[in-house]
């Protein structure tokens, strides 16, 4: 089985889950800050609508619905090198599997503000203070987590046969430390 196909369905829901988690945080901070709570998911959209789009204060089509697809977008790409370290570097503990996530958001953070052209960045930075977008991601840290953790489980649930992450296994002629129980 491909690398893809084993870890694509995971990093699918880990994604989704990451970016639902990192979405709210991203609402609440914007209402802590006095703005709209859809405001940070608008800026998002700044690649398609400009600098304009961290203004729309409501939700809207052109806006909130460009905004949140280019989030969870960006979200399910970020999980995809997650699932694939977790296959091929099976956390022994909940803490690490934290500490992973927590490495692949500092990541997803270096790149999406140092390496990324500014009309691609996520754009939260129209809109909220720093503080306010390093617990954004931080979110996406307990949200590739938990989704990593919820994806493992009903991959269980439903019969699939393990990653390696799962089963703690990979081919023989690669021995490894034994993974984690996942819940």
């Known amino acids: 089985m491909s690398m893809i196909t ?23 901070a914007a209402r802590r800050e006095g703005r709209g709570a859809v405001q940070p998911l608008n ?3 700044h690649w398609l609508h400009g600098d304009i789009a961290a203004r729309e204060r409501e939700a809207d089509v052109p806006h909130t619905l460009v905004g949140a697809a280019t ?4 979200t399910v790409f970020w999980a995809v090198p997650f699932e694939a370290w977790l296959d091929r570097h099976p956390p022994r503990s909940h803490a690490a599997l934290l500490r992973d996530a927590a490495v692949m ?11 990324t052209p500014r009309r691609l960045t996520p754009g939260w930075e129209l809109v909220l203070g720093r ?5 954004a991601y931080g979110a996406l840290a307990l949200g590739l987590a938990a989704g990593s953790l919820m994806s493992a489980s009903w991959r269980r649930s439903r ?3 393990p990653s390696s ?3 703690g296994s990979r081919a023989a002629a690669r021995p490894r430390r034994p993974a984690m ?3």
Request: charged share 10%; hydrophobic share 55%.
């Open 6 to 28: 084993r870890i694509g369905p995971s990093a699918l829901v880990t994604g989704l889950v990451a970016g639902a988690v990192s979405a709210a945080a991203l609402a609440l």
């Open 159 to 161: 019969g699939f046969q």
């Open 71 to 74: 989030h969870f977008a960006s």
């Open 181 to 183: 129980a996942f819940p």
């Open 105 to 115: 958001s500092a990541v997803a953070a270096t790149v999406d503000y140092t390496i």
């Open 165 to 167: 992450r799962e089963s």
């Open 131 to 135: 503080r306010s977008m390093a617990g």
């Open 43 to 45: 800026a998002t959209s």
